[in-house]
């Protein structure tokens, strides 16, 4: 598979060119950190799925997490959402275990297998990280870090602030 070309287009505006470029950073981050590692959990795993296995690990300090949170968390249908972590169950790298506060609903929480697999994962991406940055001075390196903190951070308080104003127009129904 070959790794998406950034689009040819005229010359945009700056604001749009940094759009652009960062979800093309993005994408081929991904690629290569996923395709360059040996782990055939990992490169079998859809983009969906390694977001919802993100999700989960990212809360594993929370303890098991119910699928509908997960699903309302990530702006996915409890459907989807499902059948996401029906793959992930049948790749090992998740449990499933019925909720103990409620039966007919389930909870779910990263396997030993996927811990496994996600330090190995995380190892490649520290590493491809590194490569990256090495030649880089460090007040660069400093300097990217804060910006893309602060990037982060922002869109983070989008996000939160988009789910919400949903949530309140859903109990306002």
């Not at 994962?121 to 520290?126: D, I, P």
Request: hydrophobic share 40%; charged share 30%; proline share 6%.
């Amino acid at each position: 598979m070959n790794a998406p070309s950034p689009p040819h287009r005229p010359p945009a505006s700056p604001d749009l060119e940094i759009w652009r470029r960062t979800l093309h950073v993005s994408d081929l981050f991904r690629i290569v950190a996923k395709k360059g590692a040996d782990n055939e959990h990992m490169n079998s795993i859809t983009v969906n799925q390694a977001r919802i296995f993100g999700y989960i690990f990212s809360r594993s300090g929370e303890g098991p997490i119910r699928i509908s949170k997960l699903a309302h968390d990530l702006d996915v249908t409890p459907a989807a959402a499902g059948q996401a972590v029906d793959r992930l169950v049948k790749a090992g790298m998740v449990d499933r275990e019925t909720d103990p506060t409620d039966r007919r609903a389930f909870v779910i929480s990263i396997s030993g297998k996927g811990r496994e697999h996600l330090r190995e994962y995380e190892a490649r991406c520290r590493e491809l990280s590194n490569d990256l940055l090495a030649s880089l001075p460090p007040e660069d390196v400093a300097a990217f870090d804060r910006v893309l903190g602060a990037v982060y951070d922002g869109l983070d308080a989008k996000w939160q602030e988009i789910l919400a104003a949903r949530d309140k127009s859903r109990s306002e129904d």
